[in-house]
Structures are given as structure tokens and as C-alpha cells.
């Protein structure tokens, strides 16, 4: 690797000379970067990355920046954390003098295209953006080549109530169920619809449904009504779940004459032990 220093590298006297210079650094000098948007590591994804740098080395230098002695990352994150596990002792970075917005600009960029970042993460990292550079929405897509529809729509995600948020944020509940919960009138509603959503394991289809059916109902208790499902049929699912052992979902139309019932098994053993209760013979 050219130009590869292992010492503290020098004061440079500018940027031109400052990216002469690929140097290795100890961990210990390094802080991650405080604009991370990023609060949530996948642990399984970082040691498939150690796996690969232990055997095949750091492929690309992470990016940091001069502070108060140490040095902030600027982009690399994923890379310093998996060389951390992989039993590293030093990291080859790249030293840039880098403002705060720029750094904030290269953060969202590194993060904003990964699959693994979770719907609230990346709702938060656009909004950082649009506000740091005083950015409306339409600006901050054509500087970040997305749609403006994109972008307002995952921005729309942080008017949900915490606790349906934490449902995102765990893979709970998905883009698609949130976008149709945001459309109740009242966090009330919603976080009631996200729990029900939950626990009867509802498609997102069945969850525009309900909102339609809510909306057009108009009077809030009768939303409630139509959102949460009648006591009775939670106490009959607990009954069929105490006698079959598992998981039973009743789901009733609205008129209530028609519906079905989802029974669940998690093994062939409890499939066919299921069918026998029922008095099937499976065979």
C-alpha cells in the first residue's frame, strides 16, 4: 500500500498534502463518528465481515478526521467495528479535514442505501439532513438521488408514537403497516391497530382494511370497536389455544357471519399431534 505511515501522522500544512497519506491507526485513536445515523449493528453481518478481513485484509481504508488529538470516523464505521472483532490491531485510514456538515452529508450517504438500516434510522438521518443544510424535501432528494415520495414518506414515520416506532425499529412491523397506521386520526388508534397488527400477525392488506373500515366509521368509539377484537373472540382463541396447545388467530368479518381460523404448528410432530385432537387422521 503506497504512502502507508504507521506514526501519528504529521500536521499537514493543506488539504492537497492531506490526502497524500494513507495511514494505520490504533484503535484506541479512534472515536466513531458522532452523526452516525446508524444505532443498530447487526451483529451476525459484522463477524461475516470480520470472517472476510481476516482472511482477504481491509479492502478500502476507512476516512477519518483530526479531533483533539484522537480521530473521528467519517465513513468506515462497519469496517472499524468488524476489524475490531477480527482481532486487528491497527486499521489503515484515510485522514481528511472534513466540517461537521460534510461529515454528517457522508454519513447519511454511506447508510442511507444499505438494506440493514432499519425504516426509524433512516427516517432520522434524512431529517438531520434536511435540517442541517436547510433542505426541503424535493432539494434533499435530487442531492441524495432519491424521489421526493421516498423521502416524505419515511419522514412521516417519526409522527408515530414511540412504542409503534420500537415496533419498526425491532422488524416487528414493516414499512407497509406503518404507512397504512399513520392514516388514523389519533396516536391512540394507532397504537392500538399496531398491537393488534402484532399479535394477530395481520398482512398489510388486512391492515388497510381496518384503517378504511375506522375512517369511514367516524365516530371514535365505534373506531375502537372495529380496530380492537371483541372480547369474545379473544376469550374463544384462548380456549382453542388452551385445548389444542398453539397459537389460534379467529378472524371475523365485519358482519361477523363468515371469517376463519388460523391454527399454527412449528414442527411436523405438533402438525400431526394437532390433526389427531381434531380427530384427522393424516395419513
Known amino acids: 500500500?503506497?504512502?502507508?505511515?504507521?506514526?501519528?501522522?504529521?500536521?499537514?500544512?493543506?488539504?492537497?498534502?492531506?490526502?497524500?497519506?494513507?495511514?494505520?491507526?490504533?484503535?484506541?485513536a479512534i472515536i466513531p463518528n458522532p452523526f452516525?445515523?446508524?444505532?443498530?449493528?447487526?451483529?451476525?453481518?459484522?463477524?461475516?465481515?470480520?470472517?472476510?478481513?481476516?482472511?482477504?485484509?481491509?479492502?478500502?481504508?476507512?476516512?477519518v478526521r483530526p479531533n483533539n488529538g484522537k480521530y473521528e470516523i467519517v465513513a468506515g464505521e462497519r469496517r472499524f467495528r468488524a476489524s475490531q472483532l477480527a482481532g486487528l490491531k491497527k486499521i489503515p485510514a484515510m485522514v481528511r479535514k472534513t466540517d461537521d456538515?460534510?461529515?454528517?452529508?457522508?454519513?447519511?450517504?454511506?447508510?442511507?442505501?444499505?438494506?440493514?438500516?432499519?425504516?426509524?434510522?433512516?427516517?432520522?438521518?434524512?431529517?438531520?439532513?434536511?435540517?442541517?443544510?436547510?433542505?426541503?424535501?424535493?432539494?434533499?432528494?435530487?442531492?441524495?438521488?432519491?424521489?421526493?415520495s421516498v423521502i416524505a414518506n419515511f419522514i412521516r414515520l417519526l409522527n408515530l408514537?414511540?412504542?409503534?416506532?420500537?415496533?419498526?425499529?425491532?422488524?416487528a412491523l414493516d414499512m407497509g403497516h406503518a404507512r397504512a397506521i399513520l392514516a388514523?386520526?389519533?396516536?391512540?388508534?394507532?397504537?392500538?391497530?399496531?398491537?393488534?397488527?402484532?399479535a394477530g400477525r395481520l398482512s398489510v392488506r388486512e391492515v388497510?382494511?381496518?384503517?378504511?373500515?375506522?375512517?369511514?366509521?367516524?365516530?371514535?368509539?365505534?373506531?375502537?370497536?372495529?380496530?380492537?377484537?371483541?372480547?369474545?373472540?379473544?376469550?374463544?382463541e384462548e380456549k382453542i389455544r388452551a385445548r389444542l396447545g398453539t397459537r389460534v388467530d379467529i378472524k371475523a368479518r365485519k358482519n361477523g357471519q363468515r371469517g376463519k381460523i388460523v391454527i399454527e404448528f412449528y414442527s411436523l410432530d405438533e402438525f400431526d399431534n394437532i390433526t389427531q385432537m381434531l380427530g384427522v387422521n393424516a395419513d
Open 101 to 148: 456538515s460534510e461529515m454528517l452529508a457522508l454519513a447519511i450517504v454511506e447508510n442511507i442505501h444499505r438494506a440493514d438500516l432499519n425504516p426509524i434510522e433512516k427516517a432520522k438521518a434524512y431529517q438531520a439532513f434536511m435540517e442541517t443544510f436547510n433542505l426541503t424535501q424535493e432539494q434533499a432528494a435530487q442531492k441524495l438521488g432519491q424521489d421526493r
Open 36 to 63: 452516525q445515523p446508524r444505532h443498530n449493528w447487526d451483529d451476525a453481518q459484522l463477524q461475516d465481515l470480520a470472517s472476510s478481513i481476516k482472511e482477504n485484509g481491509i479492502l478500502q481504508p476507512i476516512i
Open 208 to 236: 388497510e382494511r381496518l384503517v378504511r373500515l375506522a375512517i369511514a366509521a367516524g365516530d371514535e368509539k365505534k373506531q375502537k370497536q372495529i380496530i380492537e377484537k371483541p372480547a369474545n373472540i379473544k376469550d374463544l
Open 1 to 28: 500500500m503506497d504512502n502507508v505511515v504507521t506514526e501519528t501522522p504529521p500536521n499537514f500544512s493543506s488539504d492537497k498534502e492531506l490526502h497524500k497519506y494513507i495511514v494505520e491507526l490504533e484503535f484506541e
Open 184 to 198: 388514523l386520526p389519533t396516536d391512540d388508534l394507532r397504537k392500538r391497530l399496531a398491537n393488534r397488527a402484532l
Open 161 to 171: 408514537p414511540a412504542e409503534v416506532k420500537q415496533m419498526l425499529i425491532d422488524g
